[in-house]
C-alpha cells in the first residue's frame, strides 16, 4: 500500500515536472526556429538596407542556418501540438497538412538557393533576398493566427 | 371599436411611417455630388488611391495576384457574425460591373452606401470608412477604375440569414452607427498626422478589422484601432494603439517600414489577413506609410479590444 502511494506520488511528481521541460515541446522547439529565423533575417535586412555593410561571411553563415531552420521546420508539427506554449500555428496546419508541407518545401528551396548562390557582394545578396522572403507572407497568411 | 384601439392603431402606423422615414437611403447631398460631377479625375492618382482603398482584396477574384488584382471580376469571401458577403464585380462590366455608372452613382455608394437603384449596401462594403474621402479622390478612383478590363462574372448574392437578409434594415444601421466624423481628436495639425488619419480613417478602412464591435456590428468608439476578435475565425487582429502589447514597441519608423516590407521590428513577417493590406500599402509613396505611421503613434492608448 504505502509503495503504491509512492509509486502514484513518483509518477504525479514528475507530471507536475514535465511544463519545465517545456524547452523540448515541439510548439517551443518551433518558435525558437522561427526566432532565429528572425535574427539572421535581421543580419541581412540590415546589409540589404545599408544600415550595416555588407560583410560575405556572416550573410554567408545567416543565408546557411536560414537554410538550417527551414529544413528541419516541417518536423516539429505533430499531432498533439495544436496548442499550448502560445502556439500560434494556425488549424489550417493540420487540416490542409498537404498545403502546408508544400509551403514549408517552398521555404526549404528558396532557402537553399539562396544559400548556394554564395553572394559575394550586395547587389548580389539583394538579388537573393527578393525571392527569399517572397513567401514568408505567403505561408504566414494561412498557417498562422495572431494571439495578441 | 374603442377609442383606446383607434389611439393604438394610429400610434403603430405613425411609428411604422417614422420607421419607414428613418430607415429611407440617404444619397449625398445634390450640390457635393455635382462638385463631384464637374471634376475632371486622374486615373493616374486614381492608382494610389485604389491601393489605398484596398479594393483589390475584396473585389479581385480570389486569389488573385499581379496584374490579376486588377481585373475586378469580385469572388472573395468575408465571413462575419452576420453571414458570409461576397465581394461582387466592380469592373467596368455595364451588364455585371459598373461600367453603367455615373461618377454620382459611385460616389453614393462610397460616401453614402446607396446603390443607383436607391438601395442600401451592406457595411461590409467599408463606405462607413470611405465616406471620409475627398472629392478629388472618389473622382480619380472612378477614373482609374474605368481603366481596368472588364469582366463578365456574375455577382454572387450574400449568405445571409434572417433579419440581416432585409437590406431596409441598414437604415437602423446607419441611423446609429454611420458617421462621417473623425474617430479621434489629434493634439496637433501636423500635416503628416492629417494625412495618416484621412488614410487610417478613410480609404485605409484600418478600423473595420481593427477596432471591436457590438453586438449589432457597430464600432465600440471608445477602443478605436485597440484590435478585436478576428470575425473570421480563431485568432485576434492586433491591437494598434501606442499602448497594446501588439506593436506598442514599435518606433514609427518600424510601422512604416513593416506596411513596405511586411517585416516586423523581430524580422518576423506579415500574415493572416494583413498580408494582402500590406502588399496593398507597398504600392503607396513612403511619405503616405510614414504619415500612417505618425497617425497610429499619436492615438490615445486603449487596452486591447478583444478582451
Redesign the interface.
Known sequence: MIIRTLIAATLIGAAGLAPALAADEPQVVRQDLMKKNGKDLGVLVKMVKGEAPFDAAQAQAALTEIHGVASEFGAYFPEGSETGFDTEAAPAIWSDRAGFDKAVAQFEADAKTAMDAAPADLDALKAVFGPLTKNCGACHETYRLKNS | MSRLAIGLGVAAVAAAATAFVLTMPKPVQSARLETISGLEGDPVAGEAVFWAGGCASCHAAPGAEGDALKVLSGGVRLKSDFGTFIGPNISPDPEHGIGGWSVADFANAMLAGVSPDGGHYYPAFPYGSYARMSDKDIADLFAFLKTLPASATASLPHELGFPFNIRRTLGGWKLLFFSDQPRVALASDDPALVRGQYLVEGPGHCGECHTPRNALGGFKTDAWLAGAK?PE???????LTPGG??IGSWSAADIAYYLE???TP????????M??V??NMAHLPGSDREAIAAYLKALPDRP?GWK
Open positions: 478576428n475565425g480563431e485568432g485576434v487582429i492586433p491591437n502589447k501588439s516590407s511586411g517585416f523581430d524580422f518576423d513577417s506579415v500574415g493572416g489577413s498580408v494582402d500590406q502588399k486591447d
